[in-house]
Nanobody, 120 residues
Framework: QVQLVESGGGLVQPGGSLRLSCAAS????????MSWYRQAPGKERELVAAIAIPSGRTNYADSVKGRFTISRDNTKNTVYLQMNTLKPDDTAVYYC?????????????WGQGTQVTVSS
């Protein structure tokens, strides 16, 4: 059974930091690109950060560049999102995504999300 379980969300003051984790199971983690998305109330889900395979190349939304860092540990089947200098606009539910497209077959898995609230 495929599972992506996010953790690490919570309430933080502006300027603070959080580290999100996403533990994966039930599929070949190292063979999937991993991403973090977020969805704020009344807004569409947006891509925050992604890390490709096998290069490990990362890309970020302009709004988080220089503040957020995505990383992965294939030995632990876990992807992380280090979030620094948080702003109220970063408030959202953050979702972990695993994606693979090979030979016309798509694997696209989502976690249940973790709430991040940035407020004083």
């Amino acid at each position: 059974q495929v599972q992506l379980v996010e953790s690490g969300g919570g309430l933080v003051q502006p300027g603070g930091s959080l580290r999100l984790s996403c533990a994966a199971s039930g599929f070949t983690f190292s063979a999937h690109a991993m991403s973090w998305y977020r969805q704020a109330p009344g807004k569409e889900r947006e891509l925050v950060a992604a890390i490709a395979i096998p290069s490990g190349r990362t890309n970020y939304a302009d709004s988080v560049k220089g503040r957020f860092t995505i990383s992965r540990d294939n030995t632990k089947n876990t992807v992380y999102l280090q979030m620094n200098t948080l702003k109220p606009d970063d408030t959202a539910v953050y979702y972990c995504n695993a994606y693979r497209f090979v030979d016309g077959r798509i694997s696209d898995y989502w976690g249940q999300g973790t709430q991040v609230t940035v407020s004083s």
